[in-house]
């Protein structure tokens, strides 16, 4: 498959417990990005990685919460103790290079993880 | 504050009619406005991006504009059908490397 993949696609997990998501983005695009949904709410945006490294942490709800890239390709999200508000549709998206560095190019989404915690 | 707003929440249109989705922001120095498409329990369908110098893009029966001065970008979609019921997000890029949504117009095509 050509398009992002995250896994796992649904997570059910006790509150205090530690989770990690993973996103497989689009072969060449080193842009990535993580937002999450949230019941009734819009997309939030929490942290975007250019390369390995991730310039922008400001959307990171809590230091619970902490994302990698390895190889300029796979990113894990992990969420340390988790709460019930952590609850949520993670979705992971990247983009390519482009002429502008990436920000500028369409965002591609994966399917998302649904995250429960009881 | 950078803010993206879609009025109405919801929509309910007849099928084969023409129909008009609405997305304002508080910026006028946008680089870029995307339209996506979320089915329920899903990810999010890319469907238009539009560049600030641009004034609109189609694909199919979809039509984009962009209007920076009014701060408001339209989604056409043209004789609808019942498979276009979705949740239609709008979200514009303001040159601090991350999209900010809108909370979504939920459109239903009645058969």
């Known amino acids: 498959g050509a398009g992002v993949s995250q896994s796992p696609s649904n997570k059910v997990t006790e509150k205090g417990k530690d989770v990690e998501l993973r996103c497989d983005p689009i072969?060449?695009?080193?842009?990535l990005y993580w937002y999450r949904q949230s019941l009734g709410q819009g997309l939030e945006f929490l942290i975007y990685?250019?390369?390995?490294?991730?310039?922008?942490k400001s959307g990171l709800p809590s230091d619970r919460f902490s994302a990698e890239r390895t190889g300029g390709s796979v990113s894990t999200l992990t969420i340390q103790r988790t709460q019930q508000e952590d609850s949520a549709v993670y979705l992971c998206?990247?983009?390519?290079?482009?002429?502008?560095?990436?920000?500028?190019?369409?965002?591609?989404f994966g399917p998302g993880t649904r995250l429960l915690v009881l | 504050k950078q803010e993206v707003t879609q009025i109405p929440a919801a929509l309910s249109v007849p099928e084969g009619e023409n129909l008009v989705l609405n997305c304002s922001f508080t910026?006028?120095?946008?680089?870029?406005l995307q339209w996506f498409r979320q089915d329920p329990g899903k990810g999010l369908t890319s469907l238009l991006l539009?560049?600030?110098?641009?004034r609109e893009q189609t694909s199919g029966r979809l039509n984009a504009s962009l209007d920076k001065s009014s701060g408001r970008s339209t989604l056409y979609i043209a004789a609808s059908q019942p498979g276009d019921s979705a949740t239609y997000l709008c979200?514009?890029?303001?040159?601090?490397?991350?999209?900010?949504f809108g909370t979504g117009t939920r459109l239903t095509i009645i058969p």
């Open positions: 998206a990247s983009s390519s290079p482009g002429l502008a560095g990436g920000h500028q190019e369409t965002q591609y």
């Open positions: 072969s060449g695009h080193t842009a």
């Open positions: 990685f250019q390369g390995n490294s991730a310039p922008d």
């Open positions: 910026d006028s120095a946008i680089y870029n």
């Open positions: 539009i560049q600030s110098s641009q």
């Open positions: 979200a514009a890029y303001f040159g601090n490397e991350k999209l900010t």
